[in-house]
């Protein structure tokens, strides 16, 4: 696996029961990772060297 991929699937590990988003933010490199958590939304900001994309 890729750094990248390592990272997903740490985050996936980490947040068993939840969705994972990614998005823009600012700063070279980062990525705002969303997270459904019962119906309310909550941010979390990750900085990471590579391009992650969660389906």
Known sequence: NTEAEEFVLSLSSK???????????TGDN????????EGSLQVEYFYVGKEILID
């Open 15 to 25: 947040y068993p029961s939840t969705k994972l988003y990614t998005g823009h933010c």
């Open 30 to 37: 980062a990525r705002k990772v969303f997270k459904e958590n």
